[in-house]
């Protein structure tokens, strides 16, 4: 008769409640697991983001204002031998709609020499980067977008500027962004925007955000002062943020849901290891007297303590199982990125939440399982066996 | 003060297990007048405890009949047996079945709370049935701050505290030492000499045995003997 | 209910870590919904003040929102043709109100200025007060060419909009203008924004276009045919009401309530077998307590009854208990909360609270919460065999 063999026969001594503690488990866990992701992917963009050694600049009362596109060589004049700055990529807001469509793409218009190297994370191969030069009508766009909207390498699309003077305009898709920290974007060539803008009477050329690719950490601190520096006091004033301060604008605004899925990872732990706990003090209090005999009857301490411990890690394990492994393939098959909610739609099941996961329930199984644990350890054979069930 | 007659006609009862039939009563007939006080002995497995299950309308014969005064078990439903046992029946388990965390007054009172009753009168006959079991001291006392035998006493004040017709007890005194054990007996003797209940107790007990007027020996389903006799009261 | 709340109180109580246990698990689901009920609550309350459908927005066609709708004067003048539009008493002119609309990033309270947020600039003319009746100011309504007002709600939640203090707006952020009052809005989304007046702000902007034309329409008149005009070949703009235009920027907010709401369900599943559990733990430790109760007259009805009150009244502890955390996270931690308009890249500001609704929607949810988990146990004990659980050792 092994360890195993006991834990197994406790489990199916009381169906009911191992059935019930393990769905009060998973449940939740389901909930942990999805919420871990959020914040993996969301932790996982942030490093790479930070690993892009972007500065974003842009006007300091809004986005909203332009900055005047001469801004872009004032910025490179800053350091003329490219020691600190590698490029500078000038974008200006489109926020296109696919044509009878309601949703607002982030589309963004951008510099066609020196975007493939400061957004280097939208990944284009030397074909890609040609492709882009060559083709007037250029797009890249993130996989998500493409996804929603079936495009692939090659396709003709059109999109409606929401922004005035409500430019219509037809691209060539040149490259799908795979990376989950672009999935939600559409870049294309500032040039050809200004153009269409010049024959359409507007011609105003200007960006929202200047990005400006560091050589280094150091490098980003201190453009990071200088571009402020350089334009305060005018009336283009600057303000020049970490792409990661930049960003938490935008999921600041769209409800902090990493926030909430913070919080609520938090919650979820405490739940089940409320729920463990629970079936575990039941269950020890059921069997204090069976525990008792065993010992009476020779078991080491140690054994018993195994016992009881490893009854809680096994069910805290049932439930995670049960839990994660339905909610990780949910999200695999129906990826949250096509509600294409900015916040969420990064949202993938890594292994790395996955394992996150399961780690926490283990954890959670070790602690709820230990109190009683302990007081098997010092459970008093004859007082055991007196006291009445 | 009411009491009731009980007459029992061709009864029988079988349990199953795995499908075996386990008969344990097999046609009985009995007979008891209104204020008996009948003692039932008989080995253990012989059906005294279905027997007793059977007057107090908790389970169904499986053919014959049951009438308790004006009641006719066999033929209620279990809803209506239910109703008819709070009224008429008052029982008392080997194992006192106190509620834990209720007083001893809160649990004399359980039962009336299925009567429309104000809460006085309710307090009125809590006091009166710990009065008759000698427990008026012990009233606020949890079960645990009792002793075995003061526990068996709040049971009885609780079954004789709706005033039952019939009070039915199922080894009331297993689990009582010899002293206490009299002392329960005792009152059970009251019960049915001052109140005139019929009482039906269930005992392994000799000396239990010869303070009935009546003593039923039960053995495998039928009644070996039946001897009526003089209670040797208090003796 | 046979038995007293007293007997089910000091049961449930009997079992002090599991009791406990349970409660807490329920409490943490009840705080999470406090929470969520009072966002929703907060968000409902605002954009349903917004919803006034007697208020017409104008915009541009092709744009999605005020924020980037581009009106000319000329077309604005267009709009006068409109006969349906309600004629203000005092002046006999129409009531239309030409706004423009910029933003201006300002640190949020909340985290301490460590995050800023977009908060809309609207240039306003004195016809402005008279369209949008909810809003209400006490001061001169002829603002002052360097004078701002603030909405309430946006002085609360962000940095440097005290009475007396300047900000500095205009292209390039040069332009100071003093704050010279609060208005208020009845909490609705104007409350999150800043007001100034029109020419200067225009002036400001280096801006010769509206953003935006709201308009008042008049008794009687029919808001799809005023529409149908404004998008018709005369005019050539486009528009909604009021009620419409925010439902449409609700966008993402109905998103994150989803989510919010989804999760808070799960969780309330959770806690209906956690109390599942406990209730069949319950039952199986009081098996021969209810075979007495049976056997001295109580029906398996009662019982039922008894074990469902008793996880109604543990989920209702609970349910308490989630109530105060929520009610004193709120209090402590923050309750202020501020999201874009799906289109318009303006904040919205708005304040969660408990209120009595909330606390009394969390406890009917913990009820059903608690009938749901004790339903099957309670089965359980009132269809128990009493002769059998008699006989139990
Ligand atoms: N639920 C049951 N299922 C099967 N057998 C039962 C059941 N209840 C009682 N019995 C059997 O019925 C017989 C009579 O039991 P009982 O009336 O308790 O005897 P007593 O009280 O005289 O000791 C016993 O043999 C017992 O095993
Ligand atoms: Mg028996």
């Not at chain 1, 993996?40 to 972007?54: C, D, F, H, T």
């Not at chain 1, 996804?147 to 390498?153: G, R, T």
Request: hydrophobic share 45%.
């Amino acid at each position: 008769m092994t360890l195993g063999y006991i834990l197994m026969q406790n489990l199916r001594r009381n169906p009911s409640r191992t059935a019930l503690t393990v769905v009060a488990f998973a449940l939740p866990m389901a909930i942990f697991v999805a919420a871990i992701s959020c914040v993996v992917a969301l932790k996982e963009i942030g490093e790479s983001n930070a690993k892009q050694l972007r500065l974003a600049v842009h006007d300091k009362t809004t986005l909203t204002n332009g900055l005047p596109e001469r801004k872009r060589r004032e910025i490179e004049a800053l350091d003329p031998d490219r020691k600190r700055l590698r490029a500078v990529c000038g974008m200006r807001w489109f926020g296109g709609r696919v044509p009878d469509e309601q949703n607002t793409l982030t589309s963004l218009a951008a510099d066609v020499d020196t975007f493939p190297v400061v957004y280097s994370d939208a990944g284009m191969t030397e074909t890609d980067v040609e492709a882009w030069e060559r083709e007037r009508r250029a797009c890249v766009v993130g996989r998500a977008i493409a996804e929603q909207y079936e495009w692939s390498v090659g396709d003709r699309v059109e999109l409606h500027s929401t922004v005035p003077p409500y430019l219509a305009l037809e691209f060539r898709v040149v490259k799908i962004m795979t990376n989950p920290s672009v999935a939600n974007y559409f870049f294309f060539r500032r040039g050809y925007l200004e153009e269409s803008l010049k024959e359409a009477g507007s011609e105003n050329p200007i960006c929202n955000v200047f990005w400006v690719k560091c050589h280094s950490v150091e490098d980003l601190r201190w453009l990071q002062v200088e571009i402020d520096r350089l334009f305060a006091g005018t009336s283009e004033a600057t303000k020049t943020e970490d792409e990661s301060v930049f960003k938490s604008r935008f999921t600041q605004a769209m409800g902090d849901l990493p926030g909430l899925m913070e919080a609520m990872a938090v919650v979820v732990v405490v739940i089940i290891a409320l729920v463990a706990g629970n079936t575990m003090m039941m269950s020890f209090r059921e069997r204090t007297r069976e525990l008792a005999v065993f010992k009476a009857i020779g078991f080491a301490s140690g054994r018993i303590f195994a016992i009881v411990l490893g009854e809680s890690v096994l069910l805290s394990l049932m439930g995670a199982l049960i839990g994660i492994v339905p909610t990780a393939a949910i999200l695999l098959v129906f990826p949250v990125r096509r509600l294409n909610y900015g916040p969420i739609s990064s949202l993938e099941v890594s292994s790395d939440a996955i394992i996150a996961s399961f780690a926490i329930a283990l954890t959670v199984g070790l602690v709820s399982g230990l109190w009683p644990a302990i007081q098997s350890l010092r459970l008093q054979t004859t007082d055991a066996l007196r006291r009445v069930a | 003060m009411s009491a009731a007659d009980i007459e029992l006609r061709e009864v029988r009862k079988s349990y199953y297990k795995d499908r075996l039939e386990i008969p344990v009563l097999q046609g009985l007939d009995l007979e008891i007048e209104a204020g008996e006080y009948v003692a039932l002995m008989g080995p253990s497995g012989s059906g005294k405890s279905t027997l007793l299950h059977l007057l107090a309308g908790l389970d169904r014969p499986d053919g014959g009949s049951v009438r308790v005064g004006e009641a006719h078990l066999e033929s209620m439903s279990e809803r209506e047996r239910t109703r008819w046992r709070s009224r008429h029946i008052g029982f008392v388990f080997q194992m006192y079945y106190l509620v834990p965390v209720l007083t001893a007054q809160q649990n004399v009172e359980l039962p009336l709370l299925l009567f429309r009753m104000s809460s006085a009168e309710r307090r009125e006959r809590v006091g009166t049935a710990l009065d008759v079991v000698g427990l008026t001291d012990r009233a606020d006392h949890r079960p645990n701050q009792l002793s075995g035998g003061e526990e068996q006493r709040v049971a009885i004040a609780r079954a004789i505290v709706t005033d039952p017709d019939v009070i039915l007890a199922d080894e009331p005194t297993g689990d009582l030492d010899a002293k206490t054990s009299s002392e329960i007996l005792d009152l059970l003797q009251l019960l049915n000499s001052e109140f005139g209940k019929t009482i039906v107790i269930v005992t392994h007990d000799q000396r239990a045995a010869d303070r009935a007027r009546r003593l039923l020996h039960l053995d495998k389903g039928v009644f070996e003997r039946d001897e009526a006799r003089q209670a040797s009261s208090a003796s | 209910m046979a038995l007293p709340l007293r007997y089910h109180w000091l049961s449930l109580f009997a079992r002090k870590t599991t009791t406990l246990l349970t409660i807490l698990v329920i409490a943490a689901v009840v705080g999470v919904f406090g929470w969520m009920m009072g966002f929703h609550a907060a968000l409902r309350d605002s954009l349903s003040v917004a919803g006034d459908s007697r208020k017409l927005i104008v915009i541009k066609r092709g744009s999605t929102a005020e924020s980037n709708s581009a009106v000319s004067p000329e077309e604005f003048n267009r709009l006068h043709q409109l006969s349906d539009v309600q004629v203000d008493p005092e002046t006999g002119e129409r009531l239309i109100s030409p706004e423009m609309l910029v933003q201006v990033s300002l640190p949020r309270l909340r985290d301490g200025g460590a995050t800023f947020a977009n908060v809309a600039v609207r240039g306003v003319t004195k016809s402005a007060f008279k369209v949008h009746q909810n809003v209400s100011f006490a001061g001169n309504r002829t603002l002052g060419s360097r004078e701002v007002i603030v909405g309430r709600a946006a002085a609360e939640q962000f940095g440097g909009l005290e009475i007396g203090e300047t900000i500095n707006l205009g292209h390039g952020g040069i332009r100071p203008y003093e704050i010279t009052g609060y208005f208020s809005a009845d909490g609705g989304p104007m409350e999150s924004e800043i007001w100034g007046d029109l020419h200067s702000l225009m002036n400001s902007y280096n801006r010769s276009r509206y953003s935006s034309a709201s308009l008042r329409l008049g008794d009687g008149a029919d808001a799809k045919s005023v529409l149908e005009r404004i998008e018709g070949p005369a005019i050539q703009l486009t528009g909604a009401t009021e009620t419409d235009y925010w439902d449409g920027q609700a966008k993402w907010i109905r998103i994150y309530i989803g989510i919010a709401g989804g999760l808070v369900a799960v969780m309330s599943l959770a806690a209906v077998f956690s109390i599942a559990n406990t209730m069949y733990s319950m039952v199986a430790g009081r098996t021969r307590e209810v075979a007495m109760l049976r056997t001295i007259g109580y029906s398996g009805g009662q019982v039922l009854w008894g074990f469902v009150i008793e996880s109604v009244l543990l989920s209702l502890i609970g349910g308490v208990l989630g109530c105060l955390a929520c009610g004193a996270w709120l209090s402590l931690v923050g309750n202020t909360k501020d999201m874009f308009g799906a289109t318009t890249f303006t904040t919205l500001a708005f304040k969660i609270s408990m209120n009595w609704r909330i606390v009394l929607a969390s406890l009917i949810l913990v009820s059903v919460v608690g009938v749901c988990g004790a339903l099957l146990p309670a089965v359980r004990a009132a269809r128990l065999e009493i002769v059998a659980a008699l006989r139990e050792p």
